[in-house]
């Protein structure tokens, strides 16, 4: 009985995660007989392309359901998320090809990570089982964790990657603290099935279940630097390479959401106010902390690492609303985020030359006089990050403040207006820095036509989704449909 849910029809639904990897494979054979390193970017920018044809092929055959004994979803919401990690990999590629050989490391290992680390947000998205979701999140976080480090001569880089990595190797220990409670109160890690046992052996007041349910809260608190338990974040951002600063602020997170989003809405949806009442309280804090510690920052990178913590606290309000207009707001914000500090971070890459990090708030003093042109970009990424409309920012707010709203949870929406309002404070603060102040020297950018590509992909995102949301929030609803 168990083989026959196992055939090869099954495997159609992994071809884009098999793309991927091999891929990754490919660029490992290739790095020890090309020279060229820009070869093996283009290898991974091809292998990430052809994987996001392959579902989007998928997804107009309509194939959706479970294969491989319920253990692996293909659906409308999966997909999504995947869309989100195909935009965060070939934005990366493009951003980094000029800045890791400025940083001299061409290592050719550093695309096929992004890719294994990829793959791995791809499962844990699509997963239905917690053991998959714990599958995919370790190879994704291995992979992070030697990226954060991959800058092999700078002290900061190998510091980050041992920060991040004792922290999300002790997060990873809660992960399967939960499964392991849950499994022994279930006899599943089957989401759908977990939640079936708990109707049927009435596990809604068991107090091991709820430790069970607090563990993954925890896990999954540290994956997308709820506080408290964001300590890493801020020191992993600065000194990781600012490419993968960029990648690891949106796909990580973006995957940490995507499994609560499942989680909780289909294995302890019934346990609603139990959590809720857990999550309400961590999104004040995260709010709190990332827009009041972000202001004390000088250093561009850790002040958007705090941005990311407050960022976190924001779309965390569409997972307690508990509803599908939650849901689908809480997708519209990953995805209009990726946009935006994707954006962020490639401005502050072009400010890096030889001799020149470009990261101190005080390396953006008169930039608007000697590179017009970097500061207007920056300009609408600030803008977007804070929520001023008309850039994609504010429609992600509007949103998912408008779903908190409906779902009874006004007073959390005027938090979360308080301290995006100062929250203003310091994006506008770069803004200020770059039209307010006199420069001091020449700033020397270091452009190349991916940079230039890259950049245009988001400011252009980030204004016509400001502009005409609707197709954007249609597509989330949509995807949600069957969930």
């Avoid at 890791?100 to 992004?114: D, H, K, Q, T, V």
């Avoid at 999300?168 to 220990?173: H, K, R, V």
Wanted: glycine letters at 8%; charged letters at 10%.
């Amino acid at each position: 009985m168990i083989l026959s849910d196992f055939n090869l029809l099954s495997i159609r639904v992994l071809v884009p995660e098999i793309i991927l990897i091999c891929s990754a494979l490919i660029i490992l054979l290739l790095n020890l007989v090309v020279k060229r390193k820009e070869t093996l970017a283009f290898t991974g920018l091809v292998g990430t392309l052809v994987s996001a044809y392959s579902s989007f092929k998928l997804y107009a055959l309509s194939l959706s359901g479970s294969e491989f004994m319920g253990m692996f979803a293909f659906d409308g919401y999966s997909i999504f998320f995947k869309f989100i990690f195909y935009i965060n990999i070939v934005l990366t590629i493009f951003i980094s090809i000029r800045y890791i050989s400025i940083e001299m490391a061409s290592f050719g290992e550093y695309y096929a990570l992004l890719l294994f680390a990829t793959s791995g947000m791809m499962i844990m998205a699509s997963a239905t089982d917690l053991m998959v979701i714990y599958l995919g999140l370790e190879l994704m976080a291995l992979s992070t964790y030697i990226l954060t480090g991959i800058l092999r001569k700078q002290v900061r880089s190998g510091e980050a990657a041992i920060k991040y990595f004792l922290l999300g190797a002790f997060s990873s220990a809660f992960l399967l603290y939960g499964i392991s409670l849950t499994y022994g109160l279930t006899g599943t890690t089957n989401l759908k099935e977990i939640a079936v046992a708990m109707e049927t052996l009435n596990l809604l007041g068991s107090p091991v279940f709820l430790l069970g349910l607090i563990f993954f809260i925890v896990a999954f608190g540290f994956k997308i630097a709820l506080v408290p338990f964001h300590m890493w974040a801020p020191d992993a951002y600065e000194g990781a390479p600012t490419s993968i600063t960029a990648f690891m602020s949106v796909g990580p997170k973006a995957a940490g959401f995507a499994v609560l989003g499942r989680v909780f809405f289909e294995a302890f949806g019934s346990m609603h106010v139990q959590w809720s009442s857990i999550l309400i309280p961590l999104s004040v804090l995260t709010m709190l902390v990332g827009s009041v510690t972000a202001i004390a920052q000088t250093n561009i990178k850790r002040m958007l690492a705090y941005s990311s913590i407050a960022h976190a606290g924001y779309a965390l309000l569409g997972i307690i609303t508990g509803t599908s207009e939650g849901l689908s707001s809480m997708m519209n914000y990953m995805l209009i985020y990726a946009f935006m500090n994707i954006g962020a971070f490639a401005v502050v890459i072009m400010l890096r030359s030889e001799g020149f990090m470009g990261e101190e708030l005080s390396d953006y003093e008169g930039l608007a006089k000697t590179r017009p042109v970097a500061s207007s970009l920056m300009l609408i990424f600030m803008f977007s990050l804070t929520g001023i409309p008309p850039t994609a920012g504010f429609i992600a707010k509007f949103y998912i403040f408008m779903s908190a709203i409906n779902a009874g949870y006004t007073y959390l929406v005027i938090i979360a207006v308080i301290f995006s309002a100062v929250s203003a404070f310091f994006y506008l603060r770069v803004v200020m820095y770059m039209y307010m102040k006199e420069p001091k020297a020449e700033v020397v950018l270091s452009t190349s036509t991916a940079m230039n590509i890259a950049l245009t992909v988001t400011v252009v995102s980030t204004l016509v989704i400001g502009v005409f949301p609707s197709a954007l929030i249609e597509l989330a609803r949509m995807s949600l449909s069957g969930f």
